[in-house]
Each structure stands twice: as C-alpha cells, then as structure tokens.
C-alpha cells in the first residue's frame, strides 16, 4: 500500500492516533475508563446491577447492554439535547445497539450470573471514531466491573471469553487508511467500522459506501488495515489493564 | 461448498425463495411494490415531493429517504405498535436509515432536482429478510417513481446511477447460506446483510456474530454467496421493469 | 327516493361498491381479513391472547379490544406516520374506539373466558369508508379467532352473539346515498356512519351535518339506506364464513 | 312515554337537571362561562385570536376550535393527569373533536373573518353529561367572544347562523330517559348525545348501544326526548344571554 | 416603611389583598378549596389514597405530594396546554415540588400511616400570587382531608405538626411590598416567595433579583413583610377551619 | 460560631471543598471549563450562536440560557437517562432554569447584541452542590465566551456588569456548615443554595427545611457563611481567569 497521500495530522496511513486510556476515571462505578484517541474524548462507565431484565430472570444467565449519547457540545457546532427533543435519534439507537452488541459477543451469560453489567458511553469531544472508541473502552470498563464481581463471589464463572476492540478505516481520496478523523471521515467515500475480538476474528464488519460503491479489492484492504489497527489495540488495552501483551502477534 | 446440510423448505444452501415483485400494488402512490419472497411480504411506496428538506433548499440537488415499519401482526407474536409506544425502536430507526443510505448510493442528486422521493417500506408479513427484500422493493418503486417524473418533465437529467438490491446471508449449523428465512436466522452464528449495486459492487455490508466471532475465510464464502444472491435480484428487477436483463452477468 | 343525481362511478344511490373479503391473508394471525371496497383497502388481523387486562384479571370475563390506523400512503397525499410524530391522532384514537365498541357489542365476555381478542386494522388504502369497512371485516376476522379458540377448547361457551357490520351514508347534493367513495365524503353535506347487528338493529349512529343541520325526515331516510347497506354487508360476511345465508329478511 | 320508572334524583324521565349559566366568570377572557347542571360544573372560556391556523391563511376565512379537559378530582376517583402521561387520551380528543365540529355547524366562516374563537372547556366537576354542558356553555361564551369582536369592529359580518346545544338521553332499566346522571350514565343500555341548532334540526346524533342494540322504535323515543331538552336549553340560553325567548316554540 | 409610593389597587405596601377561603368547594374530593386572592384563584383538592408510592410500602410512613396547573385562558393571553404539548413546563414542574415540599414539613409521616394525600392545584385565573395561594389553600384542604381521615379511624396518630403558609413580597419601584399583584410582579426588581409554618418560622424562602442584585438590608425588610402576611393568612386559615385564632400574634 | 462538631472529611465548618477551574477543557466550545468541587466534576461549556430566540427578534439584546444535566453514572447509584426516558425531570428543568436566571443577573443585554449564549452545565460525577460548582465554573466559561466575542468585534458593549458564584450552606445535626457534600447535604435540617456578585449582594437565596422549619437566627448563620464562602470563590474566578483578586475584600 502506497504512503503518498498525507494526512491533515501528518500520520501514515495505517497509523493509528494516540490513544490514552485511563481507568478508574469515576469514583462511584464499578468500572470507568476516560479514552482519548486524538481529541475524541469518551467517558464509559460500567455499573453492575445485581439483576437481569424481567424476560430473562429465573434463567440463570447475565446480560450486558449499553447506552451512547454525547454532549451538547461535543461537536463543532451545538446540538440540541435528545431529553430536551423528548426522543433519542436513530444514529443514537444505532451505536448503542453495536456497543451492546459487541461486548456480549465476548460474554459467556452463564458465568456472568444473573448480573446485569449496564454500559454508559458519553462522548464528551468528538473527533471521529467516537463508536468505535466506545467499543474499545468499553471492553476495559467491562473487564472491572467483572473483576469488581470476582472479588464479591458474584459469578458462576469466567465470563470473558476475549477482548473486543473496534476501529475505523475508510478511504479518502482514493487512499485506504486507519483510524479517521472527523474530517477525513466528512469527506471518506468509503467508511468502515471493524469490531474485532482479541484472537484476530470478526465480531461486526460495517462497511458503507458514501460516495461511489466499493469493489471487493478495496473492501480487503481496508479489513487488513483493521485487523492491524484492532491488534494494536488489543495490546493498548492489556497494558492499561496491566496484563502481558502477547509477543509476536 | 457442499449442499450436504438441508434447510427447512428444501433448498440448496445458495439458493433465494420464490421472489415475486408486483408493481403498482397502490392506485396513489407514484411508485409502489408489494414484495414476496417465501412469506415475508413488503409494500412499498414512493411519493414524490416537488421540494427538499430545507437544509437542502436551493441546491439545486434532490433527496430520497425511507421509512420501514412493521404491522403489529406482521410477526408471529402480535408487537405494540410504535404509535402507541410513543416512540420509533432502534431497530427501526436504524432499518429506515439503512434503506434511505442504500437507495441514495444510486442517486445523482443533481439530476434528480429539487425533489424528494420517500420511501415506505411497510411489513405486513415478516419471515425473515424484510429489511433486504424492502431494499430489494425499493428501488423498483423508486425507479418507477423516477419514470413519473421524467414523464411530466421534473427531471434535470438521469438520476438512477445503477440499480440496487439487498440480500441475507448467514452461517446456520456451520453452513454458510444464503436468503435467511426467520426460523434460520434466528438460529443463526453470523448474519450479514449485503446491499450491492447493479454492477456488482458493494454499498453496504453489515455482518454480525450472533455467537462465535467468524474469521476471514468465512467472510468471503457469505460474501460469494451474497453477490451471487444479489446478482439474481437485479435480474428479477430488470425483468419486473420490462428491461432487458443482461446476458451472462 | 329519486335516482336521477348520478354518482362519479355510476352506481345507484342505494348501491354498495363491490366489495371483496378474502380470510386468511396473513399467516400467523388467528383471523385475518384483506377487505376491499372499491378501492378501499383495509387488512385486518385477530390475536389471540390467553390473558386478559390487569383491571379485568381473575373475573372470568373475556375482553375484545381494536386498534387502527393508516399506512402514510394510504392517502393520495402522503400522511406522516404517528409513530414518528410521536403520538396518536384524535382521528385514529376515535376510530379505534368505535371498532372496539362494535364489536364489543355482539360479545358475550363471559362465554370468551379469560381470553382478549385484539383487532388491528392497516389501512393499506384509503378512498371513503376505511372505518366501516375495517368493523365489516373486523367481524369475519373475529369470528376466525373464536374459531381458533373454539378448535383447542379455550371457550368457555358461544361469545359471538351476532354478527355486526357498518356502513357509510350521507347527503350529497341533496341526495341521501349509501357507501360514500372519498369524493363523495369530501363533499357531503352530511355524513353518518352505522353499526348494526346481524339481526337489523343497531349499535351505534354517527351522523354529523358538515355543512347545514340535517332535519328528522332525512335522518329517516339515511337509516333506511343504511339499515338496506348493513343487510347487503351481513349478507356478505356469511358468506365469506362459508355459513347460509338467511333467506327473505 | 309512561313516567313510573322512578329516578335517583326523583326527576321526571323527560326533565332536565337544573341548569345554572354564569355569565363572565373570567375576567381575561373574552368570553367564559361557568355552567352547573346538577352536580356537573365546567368552565368554559372563549379566547379571540385574531389570526387564523397556517392552512387557511389568507382565506378570508375565520375558524373555531375546541379544547376539553377534565381536572384530576372532578371525577369520584381521581384521574391522572394528560399532562403528566404525556399524551392526551382517546375520549379527550373525541369530546374536544366533538364541541369543535359543533360550534362550526352555526358558523359564517366569512362573516367571522380571519379570526379564530378557541374554546376551552375544563370540567371542575363531573357528574355526567360534561360534554353536552360544554357544547351548551360554549355557545354562550362564543355568543359573548363575537360580541366582544363585534364592538370592536372586527367581524366582516354575522357570523352566528344559529344557536346550539346539546343533551344527552338514554335507556336505563328499559326506559327512555334525559339527561343522564354519572349514576345512570353508566348503567344505561344505550346512551345518545344530541346536538341540535336553536330551530330544531340535527348538528350530530352519536348513539351507542352499551348494552343490547337498539332498534327503530327507540331510537324513535330517545330523538323525542332529545328534541324537548335541546329546545328547553336553547330558551336556558337565551335568557342567560338576555334575549327574548321564542313563544310557542 | 415608608407607604408613600402607591399601588394600582390603593393598598397599603405591607397590606394582603382580600383573601376568601370557601373549603368544599366540590363534592367528591376528601378535601377541597377555592381560594380567591383578589382576582387570583386556585381551586386546591386533597385525595386521599389507601397506599403509599412504591418506594415507600412496608415503611409505616405516609406520603404528602402536590401537582399544579394552569387552566389556559387563566392568564391574560391564552397558553398552551401542557398536555397538548405533552411535556409538562419547567415552571409548573417547578412550583408543584415547592408546594408537596412545603406541606410536607408540617407532616409527621408516621402519625399519618401508609396513606399518600395527593394535592392537586389548579389555577382558575391567574394575577399573581398563584403558588403562594395554592400552599395557603393547600394546607385547608389537607386539614380536611386528615380530619376526613380521622373519622374513618385510618390515623395512627395526629399528622398535622403546625400550620403552613405562603405569600409573595417584593421590590417594586424601589419600595418593598407585600403580596404583589401580576403587574407589580412582572415589573418588580426583587422577587421573594416565603412559605412559613404557623409558629412563624421558615419552611422555604426563594428570593430572586429580576433585575438588580439586592443587599442583605433589603432582604431584611422583605422578611420582615412577609412574617407579618403570614401571620395574618395563618389567622384567616383558622378562621375557615373553625377553629380558634391566637390571640395577640 | 463553634467550630466542634466534625466533617467527614475533616474540614471546618466555615471551609469550602478543594476547588479545581480548569478552562479550555474542551477544543470546540467558545468558553468551557472543568470545575472540580472536592469529588463533585462539572464541565461547563458556553456556545455562542450569532442570533437570539425568535421571541427577540430585532430588539437589539442578547440572551443566556443554560441547562444542566447529569450523566448516569454520575452518582453512586445509576440514574436512567432523560433522553430514553423521553422528558427532561423536574429537578433538571427547576436547577436549568437557576443556572440561566443567575446568569442572566450580570448580563446587559444591549451590550452583548444579538447573541445568545448557551451554557451547558454536565455533571461528571456528584457528590454535593453540583447545582452551585456549575453557576460558579458557568460565570468562568461565559467570561471566555464573552472574551471570543469581543476579539471578534460582536459585541456592541461590555455585558458583564459583574461576577456571579454560587454556593450552598445548611444545618447539619445542628450545625450551619459551608458547602455541603453529599453525604452532609442528604441529612441536613435546612439546606440553602446562595447565588451571589461579585459585589456580594444576592442574586438568588434558596432555603428548604428539609427537616424542622428554621428560624431567623439561623437563616442569618447561614447566609453569612454563604456571603463567606461566595467571596472566596470570586477570588477563585478571578484567578482562574488571570484577573487581579480584589485586595480586602
């Protein structure tokens, strides 16, 4: 893949941006991390809740489900607030579904126990890539509030079966690359979201064409260039949480 | 691929349901489609609007959108309707959108003019894949309400750039298939949906592990499927438009 | 009563439109209708739900209960949907009311058992009379689901004491006539809508002078041509159940 | 019509309660009337506008609309609020429909002029029939609001063709009766509300059989009883206005 | 004080404006009252419900809570209702919990049982004063509703711990004054609602500067204007009760 | 006043919280800061939009406005969202409102033009006088936002006539005590939030007996802590922004 084409940040195309992820950002949840990738800034937090939704009681099993919004002010320009709207918008429904649904793809419910982990993704600056760094916080957020259940005795089991991460590649002006930006992803004719589970496999592939349709070439090298992203993430995420990153992956 | 795993009507793994398009199902509508593929049946509408969305006012350029909902009895077990609940659900919101970005991949804005077509994809039956075979539907509606328009002289050049459809594809028991009715999607490992263009290229592709994340070899057997999936309906859709369908594609 | 003012589609002043009920449309409801008027069209599903409302619970009565609505382009302009504005209509609320109330009156609650009926009338399209035609076919719908009830033996007795069809009737041009088509509903100087039973009496009157008040003398009249209509349509209904048809009343 | 069936109030079958109007019981509004029939008290305010809804805009054309509601404790049990659910219920929309479509049938949209009368009706304490009492009382207060535009020189012309009132009658225990109580209300067979116009003729007859239906000899009954009660408000109306009241009528 | 600045209705600075409490001013409510503060009036009525809210059952404890309300043409233009728009105002939101805040400091929960007296304000016509009156009236109508309580032998103590009032003072053309009417209020600099319990202290002060910031001397002389119409509404609400006014306060 | 009774946290009863104002905490709000009151986080960003509501239209002024809200797990217990609950609560509208109103008391609006800032108040996490750290760390951003303008020549003066802080003060087992965390603020008698200038006259008082009313003595104690308090919290503004700190103030 050609490097040619330069970024507004000056960063190579399959170059991911900083990425500072802190935990224990919060002094009430049981997990929190604050994420920053760039100046997108996400605050995730995770709450336990010693229950499960009403169709799932009795059942033995736990459930994971999460909820994204940003501020007011997020973005360049204002937006109105969904409460004061009296309604949450499509794009809101849309990643808090993909959030949720990523992290159960690396839950085991039966050894999470009848818990519920509730996960709270709140954008406080957005740059792009604000749902696929909620994924990828989320992930360690998670992985507290489960260590916060361990050591209650609260599980029936080892509920993670994996880590989760997710990035963004698209191509701008004809170029695949990594991890956009938000004006690169305004102007990307092609944008994709790649959720990843820590051995390398897909969880969720989102691939859309803005402008023109994209053939299956394109569409391979921009799953390459996720799958390098989501690795270097995977290893982002074991040292925040202070395990050993995996040599030679 | 091997056919050795049977589907529950009897068809091989890459083959689509009975597909049946009737155009101008409605006496209003300036396009409008009722859609059967096995027993999931869509109406379509598109009503033509001699103006835009006001963000979009003096541009000069056109706007398509879409609705999707269901019937309350569209499904096996009877669901509230969103008009009662007093709110659109996230799967709604995020079908309508997925159907209003698939048409508009199609669209040259500029030849469209100042006129909006929406879209309404009403469920009245749903056996899996209502929101491909809305797609599917949709663009036949479109391009008939395309055809009202050009008939009374509204048009600023040629709109429809390509054509464009949607199918279902999945890994039910370890085999990858193609066209999911309810009873195999919901059984399904990995879901995607596949919109494509006439031409064979991609305008969407949302894959989904339901349980195992999937790997790459397993991406490209569905992606196979799907192009060979929505190769057959746009040829159903050239045929339901009086137009020849090309030879060998 | 004179029948010289002729009709836009040449119909006597005391003559239905045709009208088509075909059962079983759906394939999951336990009663479903498509019912067309002309070019009126309405689906109407029956649910069956072993339950009945909190208020009604450990009573032993049964309870039948409808809703309606329009899709957005049932009309000849397109309507926006209620779902998305966020709330029912007074027109739909009413309409809903009236179709739970007939048919409520031909149910013996007791003989239902502790079971609920829910009536969901689409109309698919919309030319005068979707009221109407949505209790006519309401009827038949009902009648299948206590059929479905009747064949597992969830009855506690015989709930359908009658059968109850509806008609439009107004004044238009000074002329009383019956099933008023939407260019005629538009333009009428009074409207009235009746329920009756089976057995020729009624269930509820409706009539509304829209333009001057109407005096007794044309009241009588618009009841004769309704209770002629009503006679026509009960006709119908049983024949469609496959049941006699009374001969000479 | 025999009169031994006896009444909880020891009313006559075919008398009215006693109805009280008071006149300007607002001091903002440009018309307003506090009605009392029996336990029954709504307030009734007519506010001018002297403007009219977009649609009709440069009409020439005035409009008169209505609103009703009833307070949380005007009912023996206290209700919840509209406001507080968030929606306004199915039998709010109908009764506000219902005053409204009443009010125009006596209107001169052009005499009225570009001007809207809005009406408010707000039970303060229910005790049967608080919709008749709102379309009885709003007349009044409309009368009033015209009044207050005709002394400032603000109509095109007359715009009150007629006067209007409304009662409603019913068959409890079997017989015919006006002007029903809560008590009787909801134990009647068949319950009918009738408005009328100040020279006798029908603006909406709304019947429904609660009970059994109802057959052509009663309705016959209750039309008369309707009849003799509307004729005795329209005079109640009158001379609450200080004008003369019809002899013989 | 200085009295040489006057009012638009002749009153001394420190006088109340003529305050009637007519108490069961409907006949279903367990309590009720119409208040009348000069043209201000607030129809208050307390209703008692044999349980507490979810959160509190099993407690031993009683609930006090309170809603208010403006009718639409209570004001001098007509506004909105909040049910129509379907989301209830700050403001009401607002004065609703200052007045259930207010009464709940003068109840002992437990003397008053699981029983939950729900307050519901309701403004008939507005000049202001509106929140203040509906605490003055609220607590006559909660009186009622204890002593209605009391009867029924469904106390499990005395509940009422003291009396509580409420009047509004402010700045006005300089000069501190009591109880302003709505066009003093709407031109006042300071604005001070002080709700006080009958032994003279505070329950609730709420001091706003509209236009300039003011200085503890002004808040002085202002508490001491409202102590004294405490005082003087503390004595007229005993008055209405029947029961005897201390002397020398 | 007697120092004796302890704090958790061991402050003196007169001490306010470690105060933290960090501004430009975000890169695309006009003002924005960070404020941090012991565990209690707000960020507070302040939009400019070149244009005021429409009600003003072409009068020359400006106008602020602010709201607050919380995220849901800013407290120690998770709170549903407003958004998906689909109304905005009392206590956001009521402390929304405040923040506006006390903003507003320091703005001249003929010198600030035809812009409206719009303050967002987020509260990261709670513990205690979130409603006053977001007035406080509110005037920090609104000086930023004014100073944005200014550098742009928009404004047609100088709007801020002062400073605006705020804090709250109460009654703590007996003891009037500065700035109340939460675990104070949840078991005090009286509780008082004081809005102040930068002059220390009073904006807005707000005093709740939460538990025994209180009487006037000690409604001094607490507004000479607060008047206290306020002024060192102007010291903290000024700092904050580079000002000098009034010398003996």
Redesign the interface.
């Known amino acids: 893949m050609t490097s040619t084409p330069t970024r507004t940040d000056g960063r190579a195309l399959d170059q991911l941006r900083d990425i500072r992820i802190t935990r224990n950002w919060?002094?009430?949840?049981e997990g929190?991390v604050l994420i920053e990738a760039g100046?997108t800034r996400v605050?995730v937090?995770a709450?336990v809740?010693p229950s499960v939704p009403r169709w799932r009681k009795g059942s033995g099993l736990g459930w994971v489900t999460a909820?994204y919004?940003m501020?007011?002010?997020?973005?360049?320009e204002?937006t109105q607030?969904?409460?004061?709207?009296?309604?949450?918008?499509?794009?809101?429904?849309?990643i808090?579904?993909l959030v949720g649904?990523s992290l159960r793809?690396v839950i085991d419910y039966k050894a999470l126990g009848e818990n519920t982990i509730?996960i709270?993704c709140?954008v406080?600056?957005a740059?792009g890539g604000t749902r696929t760094a909620s994924i990828t916080a989320a992930y360690v957020a998670l992985h507290d509030a489960v260590s916060w259940l361990r050591e209650r005795n609260l599980l029936a089991g080892e509920p993670l079966k994996?880590s989760v991460s997710a990035i963004s590649v698209g191509v701008v002006n004809g170029a695949p690359m990594l991890d956009l930006k938000y004006d690169e992803d305004s102007t990307a004719d092609t944008d994709?979201n790649v959720v990843?589970?820590g051995?390398g496999?897909?969880?969720?592939?989102?691939?859309?064409?803005e402008g023109?349709?994209?053939?299956?070439g394109l569409?391979n090298d921009l799953?390459d260039l996720a799958a390098k992203g989501n690795a270097e993430l995977r290893d982002l995420q074991r040292a925040a949480l202070g395990l050993a990153v995996p040599v030679g992956k």
């Open positions: 919060l002094d009430h949840a929190s100046r605050l937090a709450s809740e909820e919004a501020l007011p002010r997020a973005t360049n204002r607030r969904e409460a004061i709207k009296g309604r949450v918008g499509g794009r809101t429904h849309e808090s579904r649904r793809a509730m709270d709140d406080l600056q740059d994996d994709m990843m589970s051995d496999r897909f969880i969720e592939v989102q691939g859309t064409a023109e349709p994209f053939d299956r569409l799953l």
